[in-house]
């Protein structure tokens, strides 16, 4: 079961759904052939409307990972390829899965510091920081340095999928990227929601972030509780 959303950053809760069992797909918690429960149990597991229910099912059989079968039910269909809004999204509960959220702990326009890898034209950058969640849990910060010449995006701009936002608001989609992985400590700048304290070792993920240009348009560093996560790269 997810656990609501509403927040003014969240997806259509319909959406919410369809992306949480995309996720449950790809990390092969839902199999090929396996039968879905009636649609009325299923929305009841979910805390919401038959009507909401259907609409995420669709979504799952536009991306064919769903065969509707009338007079015996819904069964997952997999594929190779998995494509999710969260795709690029790498952390995982260690169950598997998860349905993905942020918080915004702070957005502003800044000059690049010294010592980041090359990205973008300009000078300067809009630093978002967040407070990453999988099904309401607490297990990431990030902070994510967009180059101005991309665009500048604000705090009513930014949805919990903020490669949607760019897309939707900017008019640019992320089409590759490049992450490193190792161990770091926690910022300083971490909230108490996330319960890994400063200095303490964490999972580090740097990624490079590139549009439809030779250069990289954005560069980002995650720190992961992997107490609570698993970073998590599908080869298919």
Not at 23 to 51: D, K, S, Y
Not at 110 to 126: E, I, N, S, V, Y
Not at 194 to 221: C, D, I, K, N
């Amino acid at each position: 079961m997810i656990e609501r959303d509403n927040s003014p950053t969240s997806l259509p809760l319909y959406q919410q759904v369809s992306e949480f069992l995309i996720r449950e797909i790809a990390a092969g918690r839902l199999l090929n052939g396996q039968r879905l429960p009636p649609e009325r149990t299923l929305a009841g597991h979910h805390g919401i409307t038959v009507r909401t229910l259907r609409k995420a099912l669709l979504e799952l059989e536009q991306r064919g990972l769903l065969e509707r079968v009338q007079g015996s039910g819904n069964y997952i269909r997999t594929t190779s390829d998995v494509q999710s809004i969260y795709s690029l999204f790498r952390l995982e509960l260690h169950e598997g899965g998860g349905l993905p959220t942020a918080n915004i702990l702070d957005i502003r326009l800044l000059a690049k510091p010294d010592g980041f890898p090359a990205f973008g034209p300009a000078h300067d950058a809009t630093r978002i920081r967040r407070l990453r969640f999988l099904n309401q849990i607490a297990v990431a910060i990030e902070e994510i340095w967009l180059d101005r010449s991309s665009g500048v995006v604000t705090a009513e701009d930014v949805s919990d999928s903020l490669y949607r936002t760019y897309q939707n608001t900017l008019g640019f989609w992320i089409s590759r990227i490049s992450d490193k992985v190792r161990v770091a400590p926690v910022p300083d700048w971490g909230p108490p929601a996330f319960a890994m304290q400063a200095g303490t070792p964490s999972g580090f993920v740097e990624r490079l972030s590139w549009a439809q240009a030779e250069h990289p348009v954005e560069y980002s560093r995650t720190w992961f509780d992997p107490s609570r996560a698993n970073y998590v790269q599908r080869i298919s």
